[in-house]
C-alpha cells in the first residue's frame, strides 16, 4: 500500500504480520508534527487488515481498540485522562 503523496519504499510484511499474528501492537508517535493526534475513530488509508490491532503504544500511554474508541489501559506520568479528548473510553 501507499499514501498518496509519500515516497514508496517496498511491500515489507506486514499483510504477513497482520494475517497471523495473535497479537499485534503499534508503537507511534502520539500527535502529528502538526500536534494533530493521530488516533482516530475510523482510518481513511488503505487497509493491511481490519481489526486486528491489539494494543497502540504512544508516548502518552497504551490504548486498546475498541472499534469505536480507545481504551485507556494506562498514561504515562502526568498525562490526565481529561487530556485524552472524546475518541478515549
Known amino acids: 500500500w501507499m499514501i498518496p503523496g ?10 504477513d ?3 497471523g499474528a495473535k497479537n499485534i501492537i ?7 508534527k502538526d500536534g494533530v493526534v493521530k488516533l ?3 482510518c481513511e488509508l488503505p ?3 481490519v ?3 491489539s494494543y497502540v503504544v504512544t508516548e502518552l500511554g497504551v490504548f486498546r481498540p475498541t ?4 481504551e ?3 498514561l504515562a506520568p502526568d498525562v490526565a485522562r481529561s487530556d485524552m479528548g472524546e475518541i478515549f473510553l
Open 47 to 49: 487497509l493491511t487488515a
Open 51 to 53: 481489526n486486528c490491532v
Open 17 to 19: 504480520l497482520a494475517n
Open 72 to 74: 485507556i489501559i494506562t
Open 26 to 32: 503499534v508503537m507511534m508517535n502520539h500527535k502529528s
Open 67 to 70: 472499534g469505536k474508541a480507545f
Open 6 to 15: 509519500k515516497k514508496i519504499t517496498g511491500m515489507g510484511g506486514a499483510m
Open 40 to 42: 482516530v475513530r475510523r
